[in-house]
């Protein structure tokens, strides 16, 4: 049952996660930044919140595919913390 409770938590988190990113992206292609700018800032904020590392770092540190999104593999705290820097942008 506390699995359970943990996974909602953690599935909760992930989908607040992909909204703030949502709401993001909007707002930067609104000021004309396009897809390669887009990546670029998004992997500047993992580099900052990552403690020097960037996505492709991390993807690599975790094993996550290329085609995986990070997030998927970050800790319920960890999503949390990248949750709150899409916000500061």
């Given at each position: ?46 580099w900052a919140l990552f403690g020097s ?37």
């Amino acid at each position: 049952m506390e699995e359970r409770i943990q996974l909602m938590e953690r599935l909760q988190v992930r989908e607040k996660l992909a909204a703030t990113e949502t709401e993001l992206s909007k707002n930067i292609y609104e000021r004309g930044v396009d897809n390669k700018g887009f990546a670029n800032i998004r992997s500047k904020g993992d580099w900052a919140l990552f403690g020097s590392n960037n996505t492709g770092a991390m993807k690599k540190k975790l094993d996550v595919a290329d085609n995986r999104p990070l997030a998927d593999f970050l800790t319920t705290i960890t999503m949390t913390a990248k949750q709150a820097s899409n916000l500061w942008h």
